[in-house]
């Protein structure tokens, strides 16, 4: 039995240079036998005297981590700059959760730490707006999870804030990093921030890996949003090729990851966007009686990567085509959308 907490907040990795999304990768690998399958429907939040109580573990061999969902950050080009930033916003975004639990000397980041210590100080706060813990809290909290949950979509583009950024004061702030996308990245996703960019999955389940000392890692959410439809080629071809780069990441770079949960199970309310972007694997008719549900083709698909452990024969690792615009859906009632933000 496996417990999750999760926590979302946004993240980064580094390692430069261009794109270059499948050259070379073979899609024939397989999942080893113990890799776990899962489809994530919601999030349970578990309380952390769970597992300070020492009742559960030893009496039931549970096993419980924390679900942090985390980008891959590339530099934005080879720069040494750029790679310091990408560098630095994954230690201050994940590492500000993960690097208590999973480093090996704990606490916070010492960048996170300066950085927040030094603007608080330039504030004029009498003390850091970043709290401190005490060495005994230090200790108390490092590896009090047994395997990293990784919630995780996409990948952006860091560099270094010429100027101050974000509001004042405020993380983005204390930190002084932007970040963007490369506008050419495949996507065509109702979810305009989810670029379809699987190497980022594959270097950043390394970083964690090398990072927290090949903690086990279990994917925790992973999947494609679009507007609708049964017929989702799009969704078959993301999860194909972040697959692929799971599969890679297993076999060729020794990442410690034991288990991969796709997001999600059925089509349901997606934060700012309600029930527009859709997620599932499963299509939900939402004006219907019954909320009644029909598989898509990336059910079955996934249904075949389960019991195959491994891709489709036919799966081709250069193809992008799926996200082309022709199979964009537009419903009418998407330009409502930012406009409530600005309202409210
Ligand atoms: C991507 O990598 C492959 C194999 O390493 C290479 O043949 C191809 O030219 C590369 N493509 C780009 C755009 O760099
Ligand atoms: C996997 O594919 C590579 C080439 O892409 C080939 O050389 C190798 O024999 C294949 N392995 C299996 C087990 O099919
Ligand atoms: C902090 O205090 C100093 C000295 O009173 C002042 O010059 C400075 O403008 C203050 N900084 C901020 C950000 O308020
Ligand atoms: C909804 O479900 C009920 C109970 O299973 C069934 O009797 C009814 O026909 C269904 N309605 C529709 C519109 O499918």
């Known amino acids: 039995m496996k417990f999750i907490s999760f926590v979302f907040i946004v993240i980064f990795i ?8 499948s050259g070379g990768l073979k899609s024939n690998y397989t999942f080893p036998k113990d890799f776990s399958f899962g489809v994530s429907t919601a999030a349970i939040q578990i309380e952390g005297a769970w597992n300070e109580d020492g009742k559960y573990r030893p009496r039931y061999g549970g096993k419980i981590g924390i679900s942090l969902d985390s980008n891959w950050a590339q530099p934005k080009t080879n720069s040494p700059s750029d790679i310091k930033a990408a560098e630095l916003y994954l230690r201050t975004h994940v590492g500000w959760y993960a690097h208590p639990i999973f480093s090996s000397e704990g606490n916070y980041p010492p960048e996170l730490i300066q950085l927040v210590d030094e603007k608080s100080r330039h504030q004029n706060y009498s003390r850091s707006r970043l709290p401190k813990f005490t060495q005994a809290e ?49 996507s065509m996703s109702s979810s305009n921030w989810l670029k379809v960019v699987p190497f980022g999955f594959r270097r950043l389940l390394a970083w964690i890996t090398r990072t927290y000392n090949n903690i086990p890692i279990i994917v925790t959410e992973n999947g494609y949003a679009d507007y609708s439809g049964i017929h989702d080629d799009a969704r078959v071809t993301y999860y194909c090729h972040y697959l692929n780069a799971l599969l890679h990441a297993i076999h060729e770079d020794k990442s410690n990851v034991q288990g991969y949960f796709a997001w999600s199970l059925m089509d349901n309310w997606e934060w700012d966007d309600g029930f ?67 309202l409210l």
């Open 138 to 186: 230090v200790d108390h909290i490092k590896g009090t999870a047994d395997f990293f949950g990784l919630n995780h979509y996409t990948t952006y583009l860091l560099s270094m804030a010429e100027t101050e950024v974000g509001q004042i004061p405020s993380h983005e702030n204390d930190v002084g990093i932007v970040r963007v996308q490369n506008p050419k990245w495949p």
């Open 14 to 21: 580094r390692n430069g240079e261009g794109v270059n999304f």
């Open 276 to 342: 527009v972007s859709r997620f599932g694997l499963y299509l939900v008719d939402f004006n219907s009686q019954n909320k009644t549900r029909t598989a898509k083709d990336s059910a079955r698909l996934y249904t075949s990567v389960v019991s195959s452990r491994g891709l489709p024969e036919n799966y081709d690792p250069d193809d992008y085509t799926a996200f082309s615009s022709a199979s964009k859906v537009l419903p009418t009632v998407l330009p409502l959308i930012p406009l409530y933000r600005y």
